[in-house]
């Protein structure tokens, strides 16, 4: 009787400690989801710094390189050439034009010949009307004369017109002659450099990578609820989230705008793709860093 009585108090005296911690667990799957406690933010976490102003520079053309100014690590401004091609021939073929568009003499020769042929014409006709009758220069004659007449205006407008092609084909060489020179894009730093004078290159090879740090890009995701609260140019806060390690840096926050906020959702994890623009003038976000962003929502309609 008295062991059983000992069970009985056993019993109860473990009910009574579990059913604390049942309570507990309840009260723990009924909490929000955290990230989103603030019911004006979406926190927005795993996200990543890429960069905005990324582009591989190319040649234009088929040639040989005569530069390549550019090193890595170097500072470029924007329109600066950074590389050109061997350009020499193209070059004495514009200087070639250009003298040919200037050259006026084949212009002041049709000229003359006008002169010339006009003035034997109208001796003719002269020729003819102080004689009764005429018949000192028959109907053919003047006929040829006035050919002459003719086909010396007509050397004359094939000389103006020459000269407009030539004047043409210079400007043609002089915007080919741009294409022998690689410009950046934009202002940035030289990350890489893939080719040495010297070498021949083909129309498309890549020379040279600019990139500019001023602005990034940070993209996440989010849940579907949160996908429908948040609109384009919602303004952003953005803070690196390195792991294992606690730096000043993660304590920094950049302020920037919501610009992309993707039209489907993700068919395996149902959330929505994200990304913001954020201005980065000490090039603190570099492409590739974890970061952790916060959107300011939208209100719910009709609320």
């Not at 309570?23 to 723990?28: L, Q, S, V």
């Not at 017109?161 to 894009?185: C, D, F, G, R």
């Not at 390195?242 to 950049?254: I, M, N, Q, T």
Request: hydrophobic share 45%.
């Amino acid at each position: 009787m008295k062991r059983r009585f000992l069970q009985i108090v056993t019993c109860l005296l473990m009910a009574t400690a579990v059913r604390p911690l049942i309570t507990i667990h309840a009260a723990e799957r009924t909490l929000p989801p955290a990230g989103n406690l603030d019911k004006g933010v979406v926190d927005v976490a795993q996200c990543r710094v890429t960069l905005i102003d990324r582009v591989t520079l190319a040649s234009g053309r088929a040639g040989v390189l005569a530069f390549v100014e550019a090193r890595e690590s170097d500072r470029v401004r924007a329109k600066q050439v950074v590389a050109g091609l061997d350009s020499s021939v193209a070059e004495a073929t514009l200087a070639i034009a250009r003298q040919k568009a200037s050259s006026n003499v084949e212009r002041r020769m049709a000229r003359k010949l006008i002169e010339l042929t006009q003035a034997e014409y109208d001796k003719a006709m002269q020729a003819n009307q102080k004689v009764e009758g005429g018949g000192v220069f028959g109907d053919i004659d003047l006929r040829r004369l006035k050919l002459g007449v003719d086909k010396s205006a007509l050397q004359y407008e094939q000389a103006e017109n020459e000269l407009q092609i030539t004047a043409l084909t210079a400007k043609q060489i002089e915007a080919e002659l741009k294409t022998y020179s690689v410009e950046a894009p934009f202002d940035g730093i030289v990350t890489r450099v893939f080719r040495s004078k010297g070498e021949a290159v083909s129309m498309g090879d890549p020379l040279i990578e600019v990139v500019n740090l001023d602005r990034v890009r940070v993209e996440g995701y989010v849940g579907i609820v949160d996908g429908l609260r948040i609109k384009q140019g919602s303004q952003v806060t953005v803070r690196l989230d390195l792991p294992d390690v606690d730096l000043p840096e993660e304590r920094l926050e950049f302020a920037g705008k919501l610009v992309f906020v993707d039209v489907g959702v993700e068919p395996v994890t149902g959330q929505i793709r994200v990304w913001a623009e954020v201005p980065n003038p000490d090039g603190i976000l570099r492409s590739g860093l974890p970061a952790r962003m916060k959107i300011q929502r939208q209100a719910t309609p009709g609320k």
